[in-house]
């Protein structure tokens, strides 16, 4: 299996890099050699780029141990609720994660049960031990290369909203991904006044816990149609529940 995997990125990557040295050549034909890598490609995924909040500034006061730490945790909650979704992770880049889904419903749930395990592996941690997590979603046409890496407006859009634009907690997601179709029971979209190169409009995530969670086989937990609130519920507010 390893091999058969490292053998699809080499040849995918391989094909590529002959593409763009041809589409280097004087007198090349760039619209053709672009048609061809699109049908090669393209395929139509929705993009989630994740970011933990607070990660340079913390390595500076606490130490990159520590961050280490913190980055095992998440990806150790996160990713079983990435593939419990659908979801492919196709790299890690320190803190952050670039994950694609066939379909933007099932990455919408995904990020909100991915914050709702945060959420509740957050109760009565220490504010230095807590993961908060910050996520975009992009949706469309992108060039996929194997399972190595995404390329595309939605794609930089994504990771504009993820690593640069959301705060802890928040989920944003680019004006493809809204009108996409309905959102999940329990989900809702809000406009906001900001704007992203290549994605449009941007429009956020509102979601809240109802207390009801479940957890179904290997652990990991998955939102039950929550209600609708418009910030996080605190420590205090999921101990009452």
């Known amino acids: 299996m390893g091999f058969t995997r490292s053998v699809g990125i080499s040849a ?25 890598i699109w049908n090669l490609f393209g395929e139509e995924w929705c993009v989630m780029f994740t970011d933990l909040s607070g990660f340079s500034r913390g390595v500076a006061e ?23 979704h659908e979801g492919i992770l196709l790299k890690t880049e320190g803190d952050s994660l670039l994950v694609i889904f066939r379909k933007v ?7 909100v049960a991915m914050q709702m395990a945060l959420h509740l592996y957050n109760v ?7 993961v908060l997590l910050c996520v975009g979603l992009g949706f469309g046409k992108v060039l996929r ?19 640069d634009s959301a705060k802890p907690w928040e989920i944003l997601v680019t004006e ?17 006044d900001m704007e992203v ?23 990991t937990i998955v939102p039950p149609r929550p209600k ?14």
């Open 12 to 36: 995918s990557e391989d094909r590529l890099g002959k593409l763009i040295q041809e589409r280097l050549r004087p007198g090349a034909d760039k619209e053709s050699i672009d048609r061809r």
């Open 62 to 84: 606490f130490g990159i141990i520590h961050f280490l730490q913190i980055i095992y945790e998440s990806q150790r909650i996160l990713i079983p609720i990435i593939e419990n």
């Open 105 to 111: 419903d099932r990455a919408l749930e995904a990020a």
């Open 124 to 130: 009565d941690r220490d504010e230095t031990e807590k």
């Open 145 to 163: 290369i194997g399972d190595a890496d995404a390329f595309g407006a939605e794609v930089n859009a994504a990771s504009k909203l993820g690593e």
């Open 176 to 192: 493809a991904v809204q009108a996409a179709g309905a959102p999940p029971a329990g989900v809702a979209f809000l406009p906001t």
């Open 197 to 219: 190169p290549g994605g449009g409009k941007v429009f956020r995530v509102e979601y809240a816990l109802d207390g009801s969670s479940t957890r179904p086989a290997g652990g």
């Open 228 to 241: 609708v609130l418009h910030s996080p519920p605190t420590a205090r507010d999921l101990k009452h529940r």
